[in-house]
Structures are given as structure tokens and as C-alpha cells.
């Protein structure tokens, strides 16, 4: 392709191209062809000297390059050529400049797009290879073709390399990164991590699926056996070398349902499905084919660490698992007002709303870390107490009053705007009169005095330029304003301001509807719990960036968890020790402000007397309790180890039952049981109390249910 040198004189500029911006479109696709063909860019940016020979002024030709590195099949994520498509239609824009006309959109709809708009705005098209008028028909047509061609270009290149990939791939040779338990041999093959801790490792991750029976289990069971996994990384100065990492869900899943596990080579597993992509996110719309549907399945490929059999089983399984989710219904969007909006203010995760049991009973909790890594939750609350606080704080934002003064607040930024305004058209009007006054005295000179006309038509010249630049840029001024309230809109919003109350509370107002409401005012709510008490902690960041911040109280499940917990105590023992009874104490305790754990009610006679007995405050223990020889060594009355471990007495007294623990009936005790557990024992009694179950599991698991094997035979 040869640059010829365009002339002046093309009959295809008007003056009214000329009198309108010259733009030259500058972009390489990636950072690395940005370095590699600085000749390329250094030739796009000549395109201005090419403008200048076709008749613009130098300060009329605008250069974009904003799109430099990116690459883009579609206009998406490129400013630059979007900024192009404005500024054509805002009338601005006489010639548009690029090295390669059809490569200044990179498919078809782009480009088409831009000739239509071109059209519309009379804009000249100008590259390389010459000068076109997308009014005319020839030319029109011209640029159609070189479009197509572009695309068709890219098309055959990518099918080129896609071709190449997909021969290699039929012979099951085209390879990635190696999985997890498996390295590149010398041969550039996949073999078996050749470190025994790995293999077994990977071994133990399949055994302890199948066992555990689910992903969850899974990661349970590595969590709590401290398992991590074997990486050997593909990048970074650490490349290839083994590591250990905590184990997640993510990796697992990946693990379990890879096909080179069985020995099999697959190819085209992921693959793209345009319907479930979201635009401007990359990663989006990808899915996992199953090993069946993809293109090419080599069975005994790689050596593998299970057969196809139990390869099968193991997607069967996991298949299943995902039906029974299913089976429990979509996630209820009903009653969670909140969800979507609120973080946790310790680790900064989203808290998801979950319902427990078969109730409505909603919580709001930090699981992420749970799911994915088997960790303790991190916090949670009931979500009734949330959602009011909030519901609360945002009628009286949209209280008459508080709508009064907002509107307010949108007549300064009017008020602000009309100065803009007044002050843009000041310096139009003194733009206009210097033109004019500039023409005026070009007029009044005389034919003759050459010099002096030339002088002055280049003035007259440069105050036109002048006026028509300020009128581009108030233009754009007008574009970025955001739209203003009329007076109708204002008494409307004040107007519904006085019924949201009612629309608020009205019988067919769906949740989704209050979900709405609050997301519009409300763009973040963060959760914060003082340790394990009630205090919560909550900051809302409302739309527009103002922050406020609540203290809400939570019910809790235990009188420990209460901040005021020690002064209940100590308050509780006065009254007793000043004679009040049961009932007199829950009176007392109501009036002075204290409140029980589940916050639903007053205290009453009986639970002080819960309170009381559970604190071992029940006055003398019986005598033989005390007496000595009663008991073996490391053994404990049941009520005193149930307040060792801080767990309720009918608890342990099931673990008895069921035989979790050693114990035995006491002779001449009134039938009291004595559990034996040495510090062993007991840690792991702690560790029973601290696990929590999960679906689909419900068991727990055998190691922390299993008395340990007792020294001394007496059972
Ligand atoms: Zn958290």
C-alpha cells in the first residue's frame, strides 16, 4: 500500500467540511504492538500533517488515541472510538483521519455504524488509500466493501490459528499449565507428581469425597485435619517449585470434576455461551462442558489417580448433590430487604441473607469464608432487627421535611448552574462581536492596500476560528449537565414525600418494591459486631456519599454474650442476698433497664431462677459431692464439667446417653453420673461444642464423637 500525497484540491471538500474539526483516529490493538510497531503509530500520528495539506488549519485538527493498547472487537471498551461517534453527531467534525479506514472499527456493526453516522453529518472519510464521501454512492459502497474484507480478514486469521490449535488437540497434544498432581515430563508429556506426599494427597482428596459425600464435606474434613494441597505454580519466581495452600472450594470443584484425574484428555471444556456474558465483564459466560459433549475425549491418555468408573460415580454424585440444592428451591428474594447491600466490617465480605429451619426467620451472615474455606462464620444477626433500623432511618429521609430540604439543596446547584450559564454566554456573545467587529474592519479597508486586507482577513479568520471552538466546547458543557427538576416534578416529589409512610406499610406493597426504594437511597451497609456481645455497630452510606452512623441491638442466644453481662450478675446476687425472691429480682432487673439475651421479653420469675441455678449459685452443693473418694482421678460430677465447658447441663447428659463420653453411675451419690475426661478429653469435648453441621451432612464427624480409649479399664 503506497501513501499517496491527497491534494488540495479534491472536489470532494467543501466548505463546510472545512469549517468543521479535522479528527485522526489513532489505536494499536495491544501494549505490545504499541511497542513493537512504534513505526505504525508514528505514521498515524503523521496523519495530521496529511489534514493540514488537505486544508484544515493545524489547531483544528483533534487527535484521539485514547484506544492505543486496547484491543476490541466492538466498540465496548473503547472510548476513543465512541468519543469519534459523539463528536461526529454533534456536528463537529469535517474529515475523520486513520491509517486504515475499515480498521478504525473492528467489526462490522462498528464500522457500518460510523459510515451511516458520517453520512448523516456529511463527514469525510480519509486513509492511506484516498479520500471518500460516504454521501456518495460509489464511494459508500467502496467503504462497505473494505469493511467486509477487514472482517473477513480477521475471520480467516483466527480460523488459521483455531485450525492449527484443533489438529494438535486430535491428537491430544496440545497441553496447558499441568493440573494439580501432575508435572511435564522431559518428554513435554503430563506425568505424576513425582513427590509421594502429593500423590497421596490426591488420593486422600478422592477417598475423603466419597466418604463425606459432598464438596462441603470435602472441605470440612481437609480444614479440620489441617490437609492443604499441593501447587506447584505457573508463573512468579517461585515457578514449578511445590507449595502447600489451605484448601478452597474453588479448587476443589475444579479437581474433582477434571477428567485428566481418570486419565482422560479433553479438549474444549470451557467454552464461551454469548447469551450468558455481561458486558464489560471479560470472565463472564464462560461454562464447563461435560467431558462427553466436549470435542476431543482421549480415554488413557495420562496416567490417572482414579479409574473412569469412579471418575463417573463422582460426577454422579456431585450431580446429585446439585439437584437436591435445586430441589430445595430457587434463594427466596422475599424477605430479605437488605441483601446485596450489606458488608461485614471485619473482613469487608458481603453478608448473605440465610432462613433457618422451615420458618421465616431471617439472619444476616458473614459465610463466605464458611463456604469456601471451611471457616467458623464470621458474624451474624438477626435480620428483622437490621431491616428495621434501616426501613426506619429511610422514611425519615423521605419525611416531607427532609425532602424540603433536599430540594433546597437542588435550587443552590440550579442557582450555581445559572451563573455557568450566564457566564458561558458572556463569553459567547464577546466571541461573536470580535468576529464581527473583525469582518467590519475588513470591510471598511480599501481594495487596493493589499497588505493591510490580507492582514486583516487573517484576524477576521482567527476570531471566526475562535467563536466556532467556544461553541463547540459550550456544546459539550450543555451535553455533561444533568437534567433539571421543572416545577411540576418538584411539587410532585413533595407531594408523594407526604404518602411514602402509607405506600410503606400498604398491604400489596411487594418486598421488591421496598428493596427499590432502599437501594435508591442507600448504596452500602456495613455490619460490624463487638466481639461476640449484642452491640452491632451499623454505618450507612447513603447515595451521594454521606455516611451515618446506628447502634442497634441484637438478640443473642446466651446471658455471657450480654456486654452487661458481669453487672447482671452482680446485681442478680445483691437482690438475692437482700432477700428478694425469684419473681421480686425479674421485677427489679426490668426496671433497671437490664434485658435477657433473646430481647423478646421481660425477664420473668423463672428465668432468673434458670439464670441463678445455671450460674452454680444454688446454694450449699450436697455433701457428698464434696467428700472425697467418690471419685477416680480425672473424673468430675457432670454438672461440674457442664460448667468446665461451658455447655448446658442437658447436653452433656445426652452425649452420656449416646455414649460420647466415659461415664459411670456413683454409688451412694443419688444416682449422679461422674464422666471421666482428662485434658485430652476435654479439648476435644470443647472441639464437639464448637462444631457446627452441615447440609447435606448432619452427622458429626466420628473422631470428635469417640471417647478416647481410658487407661486406667474402669468404664
Ligand atoms: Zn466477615
Known sequence: MTEQPLTALSPKIRDHHLARQALVYVRQSTPQQVLEHGESTARQYALVDRAVALGWPRDRVQVIDEDQGHSGQSAAGRPGFQRLLVEVSLDHVGLVLGLEMSRLARSCKDWHQLLEVCAVFRTLLADADGLYDPVDYNDRLLLGLKGTMSEAELHILKGRLLEGKRNKARRGELLNHPPIGYVRGPDGDYQLDPDEQVQNVLRLIFDSFEREGSLHGLL?????????????????????????????????????????????YCWGRRVLDPRRQQPGKRSTGRTVQRPEDCEVLIRDR????????????????????????????????????????????????????????????????????????????CLGLSGQVLDT?????????????????SLAAEADLRAERQQLEAHWQQRLERARYEADRARRQHAAVEPENRLVARELERRWETALQEQRKLEEDYHRFQRQQPAELSAAQRSAILRLSQDVPQ????????????????????????????????????KLQWAGGFVSEHRLIRPVSRYAQLADYPRLCERVEELRQAGCSFAQVAEHLNAEGFHPPKRTARFTGSM???????????????????????????????????RQLELPVATLHRWQRVGWVHSRKVEGAGGRWAIWADAEERTRLRRLRRYRRHWPDPRYPADLTTPKLRENTQK
Request: proline letters at 6%.
Open 608 to 642: 432468673v431462677g434458670r439464670l441463678w441455678s445455671g450460674r452454680g449459685l444454688h446454694g450449699p452443693r450436697p455433701a457428698f459431692m464434696a467428700e472425697a473418694g467418690l471419685l477416680q482421678e480425672h473424673e468430675f460430677w457432670l454438672t461440674d464439667l457442664a
Open 220 to 264: 470440612r474434613y481437609l480444614k479440620a485435619h489441617d490437609i492443604q494441597l499441593p501447587v506447584r505454580p505457573h508463573g512468579g519466581p517461585n515457578r514449578g517449585q511445590l507449595e502447600w495452600r489451605r484448601p478452597n472450594r474453588m479448587t476443589l470443584q475444579n479437581l474433582l470434576h477434571h477428567p485428566i484425574y481418570a486419565g482422560a
Open 389 to 405: 433500623l434501616v426501613a426506619e432511618q429511610v422514611l425519615a429521609a423521605l419525611e416531607p421535611a427532609a425532602v424540603e430540604l
Open 503 to 538: 405506600i410503606w406499610q400498604a398491604a400489596g406493597m411487594r418486598v421488591q418494591d421496598r428493596q427499590e426504594i432502599v437501594r435508591l437511597l442507600v448504596e452500602r451497609i456495613t455490619v460490624d459486631v463487638a466481639g461476640e456481645s449484642e452491640q452491632v455497630e451499623v
Open 302 to 377: 495420562f496416567p490417572g489417580y482414579i479409574t473412569w468408573e469412579r471418575f463417573e460415580r463422582i460426577q454422579q454424585r456431585l450431580a446429585n448433590n446439585r439437584a437436591a440444592v435445586a430441589a430445595l428451591g430457587a434463594p427466596r428474594e422475599g424477605p430479605a430487604l437488605l441483601s446485596g447491600l450489606l458488608v461485614c466490617g471485619r473482613c469487608g465480605r458481603r453478608l448473605m441473607p440465610a432462613y433457618s429451619g422451615r420458618s421465616e426467620h431471617l439472619r444476616y451472615t458473614c459465610g463466605r469464608a464458611m463456604l469456601d474455606y471451611a471457616e467458623p462464620v
